[in-house]
């Protein structure tokens, strides 16, 4: 069974700043991770998917994540905030095979202060 | 081209009633996902499609619960004798499952049903 972590459940940085959303899975198999952004009232969009390739990973609107199997953890990170990166971002996590569905963490609000 | 598309967008129900709720997948996908996402509970996998194969429904959290997919296309996802804890946003997805590589779901914009 896979699982996926969420640390902080909101996190507020300021426009121009570092964005750091954190994320730790557990999955008894290689997994595949991914990074969803949902907008108000919005379904949701593929940030960025990591699937065994090379481990770090650059998705859209500049943002990109590191696969760290020592840590189990794949954080998502931007170098600088816009206040229209301003969304929930859910981590989930799934493997080849079967019916390949996700696992979604809690997700994690961010807010951008001007 | 056309996304994922799903109606009603808003549903309002009172308690003990059935709803259907229905998911038009992207033209060629294969496969079809239902998620909820719900306050308490987050982001949670329901039911999957593929092709004519039997559906997994190991997420359907009772036996109120229950989906179809016609001619591999568009799915219903039916609540009998609604409660309000299946106040939630129902999420549709779709994906074209080739085999071999991992494949991207897709997901529509979700009816958001809310029980009186």
């Known amino acids: 069974a896979q699982s996926v972590t969420q640390l902080g459940s909101h996190v507020s940085v300021s426009e121009g700043a570092l964005v750091l959303l954190r994320c730790n899975y557990s999955?008894?198999?290689?997994?595949?991770l991914f990074w969803y952004v949902q907008y108000p009232n919005q379904g949701l969009q593929l940030l960025l998917k990591?699937?065994?390739?090379?481990?770090l990973v650059k998705g859209i609107n500049g943002f990109e994540a590191e696969f760290k199997k020592s840590e189990t953890s794949f954080h998502l990170t931007k170098p600088s905030a816009h206040m229209s990166d301003a969304a929930e971002y859910f981590c989930?996590?799934?493997?080849?095979?079967?019916?390949?569905?996700?696992?979604f963490g809690k997700g994690t609000k961010l807010t951008v202060n001007p | 081209g056309a996304g994922v598309s799903q109606s009603p967008s808003n549903k309002v129900t009172e308690k003990g009633k059935d709803v259907e709720l229905r998911c038009d997948p992207i033209?060629?996908?294969?496969?079809l996902y239902w998620y909820r996402q719900s306050l308490g509970q987050g982001l949670e996998f329901l039911i999957y499609?593929?092709?004519?194969?039997?559906?997994?429904k190991s997420g359907l959290p009772s036996d109120r619960f229950s989906a179809e997919r016609t001619g591999g296309s568009v799915s219903t996802l039916t609540i009998q004798r609604t409660q309000q804890e299946d106040s939630a946003v129902y999420l549709c997805?779709?994906?074209?499952?080739?085999?071999?590589?991992?494949?991207?779901?897709?997901f529509g914009p979700g009816t958001r049903l809310t029980v009186l």
């Open positions: 990591y699937t065994s390739a090379a481990t």
């Open positions: 033209s060629g996908h294969t496969a």
């Open positions: 999955s008894s198999v290689p997994p595949y």
């Open positions: 989930a996590v799934s493997t080849l095979g079967g019916s390949e569905k996700l696992v």
């Open positions: 997805a779709s994906s074209l499952r080739l085999a071999g590589a991992y494949n991207e779901q897709f």
């Open positions: 499609f593929q092709g004519n194969s039997a559906p997994d």
